[in-house]
Each structure stands twice: as C-alpha cells, then as structure tokens.
C-alpha cells in the first residue's frame, strides 16, 4: 500500500519562508504525478502545485505563482514557498495516484503570522 509523509511545517511570519517535504513509500512506487493541497480553517482543500514524475510539467495555482516552487528528486517532492503572507495559513497535504486511487498524506501545518 502507498502511503505519503509530510514534513516541513511551522510557524513563520509574513515575508518568510518554508520547504515542505512528502515522500512516498515504498521505494517501488512509481508515481505518475504528485502535488500539494492545502485547506484553510472554515475552507475547502483547494490545489497548489503538481510535477510529473519525469519533473517536466509543472503547475501552480495562481495565488502561489512567483512564491512557491516544486521539485522532486526519486519518491519525495517539495514545494519551498517564499514570501509567505498570511492568507497562506493552511494544512498542507501531500497527494498522488495509485492505480486509480488517490493517496493522501496526514497534513502538514502551515502558520504565516506575526
């Protein structure tokens, strides 16, 4: 069974950065296509960025176009977010496809205050 560990989060304050981690287990698995949602207090889980495993397509939502990156190297993926405001304030989670199952992380906590 696959299954995706987040880690990264914190509190930081407006105009400051993080890196988040998700790496996918086992080894074996050979994801398609692994992304970053978040979902705010009160808010529905909305979409941050996706890469393809060959890290050739990227996409990102434009409210974190020009701040946030995604990478991956092997299993992991990372999204490092710079310039982080408050509205940015969420649980990060960590997503991917299994077959046609999606695979979710626990979440990661994510506090842009000062």
């Known amino acids: 069974q696959v299954q995706l560990a987040e880690s990264g989060g914190g509190l930081v304050q407006p105009g400051g950065s993080l890196r988040l981690s998700c790496e996918a287990s086992?080894?074996?698995?050979?994801?398609?296509?692994m992304g970053w949602f978040r979902q705010a207090p009160g808010k529905e889980r909305e979409f941050v960025s996706t890469?393809?495993?060959?890290?050739?397509y990227l996409y990102y939502a434009d409210s974190v176009k020009g701040r946030f990156t995604i990478s991956s190297a092997k299993n992991t993926i990372y999204l490092q977010m710079n310039s982080l405001k408050p509205e940015d304030t969420a649980v990060y989670y960590c997503k991917t496809i299994w077959g046609t199952i999606p695979v979710w992380g626990q979440g990661t906590q994510v506090t842009v205050s000062s």
């Open positions: 086992p080894e074996s698995f050979d994801p398609y296509t």
């Open positions: 890469i393809s495993s060959d890290g050739r």
